[in-house]
């Protein structure tokens, strides 16, 4: 048992040299976001796989993260990870209330807090800082330690903060936290090297905000392998077995049941199916809108519900390969300030989309310009209802639409694609002394 001992303390210490030791080498990335694996959150898996690849290519990258605190099923993880050119330093964060607006509103204060100093101390080694909105008000951070220390940032603007809060209501228009916060806004981006955005309609969202940082922005969009996930027979899917799905024709929601999320609309059709002994409505995740939806369940009396908690990343292939039809939604309140990321993993998996969203959404000319599924106007339950009972009598049709979902993501949002663009941006700001060539 000593001996076993022993041998970690030395493996840590080991890792820990050579890492020191290569830092004074080369440059540096360090990535700051609160979620990340083994949490749930969708961009913290993106994130992972990002860094994973980057670090592949020879980048050496950091992350500084918080313990799982969101959607997780275990305890802690490892306070320090290190794998090949990749280091993940995880702090202890609170975790009050995860799936309530303030009790997030807390633990990410509370996280910022505990990476302050650590971050002022990359900062002043040199370090290229990535930054994300997770927590929303992390990029004031970074535009304060900027202010102290000059050194480059660039941000990754998953959702629009303070706006999303505005248009759910949970702040005013004139709240003195949300006059403050766009105020510092134009200074966080003003100072930022680059803006990464996840869709054209968040673009000019923030063209329209601030138009001077307008030739700093860059649309990234989210991704998903396509080897990875990819379309898998009902026979041969253990999930599909698992959960008795075999003969049922599934309509699938999976991810983040969360106030950006139009969930009435797809309830609403699932009412107006729950006769319909084939179709299944499976939903998959949580959220807070999780408990309202279990409520409407539970009082319209739909038997053909069926509700699972977040699936483990290795198991993602084969949960969303069980679809005949994925949904994405966003709610009328929210187009342009998010982007989901679940329609990727659809594609990925060569699932016919759904997509339910305001009638300008960029979902909408997505989906129909690339005909990989159909647009339904938000509060449209009996069109969704008729196209869903359209495709699962139609294979032909629904097999056009996987097939154009697969084709989709492999000219737009591939890993490989996706990789390339950020370390374009990436190795464009770090310092040229310490730049080595990547793979």
Same mark, same amino acid.
């Given at each position: ?14 890792? +820990? ?39 592949? +290519? ?25 794998? *090949?050119?990749?280091?993940? +330093? ?61 050194? =480059? ?8 903060? =303070? ?43 923030? /063209?329209?905000? @601030? =138009?001077? /940082? ?16 990819? *379309? ?25 049941? %969360? ?19 084939? /179709?299944?409505?499976?939903? /998959? ?15 319209? %009396? ?10 483990? @990343? ?8 069980? $679809?005949?039809? $994925?949904?994405?939604t966003l709610s009328i309140e929210a187009e342009g300030l998010v982007a989901p990321s679940k329609l990727y993993g659809h594609m990925a998996a060569g699932t016919p989309i759904?997509?339910?969203? =305001? ?55 591939? *890993? ?24």
């Open positions: 048992m000593a001996e076993s001992l022993k041998t970690r303390i030395c493996r840590k210490l080991r890792h +820990r040299w050579q890492w020191r030791a290569s830092r004074s080498q080369y440059s540096r990335l360090t990535l700051v976001s609160q979620f990340f694996p083994p949490d749930f959150a969708a961009t913290g898996q993106l994130l992972d796989d990002l860094t994973v690849r980057m670090a592949s +290519r020879g980048l050496q990258v950091q992350i500084l993260s918080g313990m799982p605190a969101y959607a997780y099923n275990f305890g802690d993880a490892k306070r320090i990870e290190f794998t *090949p050119n990749r280091c993940i +330093r995880r702090t202890s964060v609170s975790r009050f209330w995860p799936k309530k607006i303030r009790g997030r509103a807390v633990n990410g204060l509370l996280y910022c807090f505990r990476i302050s100093l650590r971050l002022l101390r990359y900062s002043r080694r040199g370090d290229l800082l990535l930054y994300t909105t997770e927590p929303p008000y992390l990029p004031i951070l970074a535009w304060v330690l900027h202010r102290f220390t000059r050194t =480059p940032y660039l941000l990754i603007l998953y959702d629009l903060y =303070p706006d999303v809060l505005v248009e759910l209501g949970v702040l005013s228009r004139q709240h003195w936290l949300v006059r403050c916060w766009r105020k510092i806004n134009c200074w966080v981006m003003a100072d930022a090297e680059e803006l990464i955005v996840l869709s054209d309609a968040m673009l000019k969202r923030v /063209v329209k905000f @601030l =138009p001077e /940082v307008a030739n700093k922005i860059t649309v990234i969009p989210s991704w998903a392998d396509p080897e990875l996930i990819r *379309p898998r027979n009902k026979s041969d899917n253990w999930f599909v077995q698992k959960h008795q799905l075999v003969d049922r024709f599934v309509v699938l929601y999976s991810g983040n049941q %969360g106030r950006c999320h139009d969930m009435v609309t797809v309830l609403a059709a699932a009412m107006l199916l729950k006769s319909d002994p084939d /179709v299944l409505f499976l939903f /998959v995740g949580s959220g807070p809108q999780h408990q309202r939806m279990l409520g409407l369940v539970h009082d319209w %009396g739909l038997g053909n519900c069926k509700f699972l908690p977040y699936q483990d @990343l290795d198991d993602l292939p084969f949960s969303l390969s069980s $679809a005949d039809l $994925a949904l994405v759904a997509a339910i969203t =305001p009638k300008h959404s960029y979902l909408k000319n997505l989906v129909e310009e690339s005909g990989c599924g159909r647009w339904f106007s938000n509060g449209d339950a009996k069109g969704l209802a008729d196209w869903i009972c359209s495709l699962r009598s139609d294979s032909v049709l629904a097999a056009a639409c996987g097939n154009a979902s697969r084709q989709l993501l492999r000219r737009t949002a591939s *890993p490989e694609i996706v990789v390339e663009q950020y370390l374009s941006l990436i190795l464009a700001h770090l310092p040229d002394q310490k730049i080595h060539s990547l793979n």
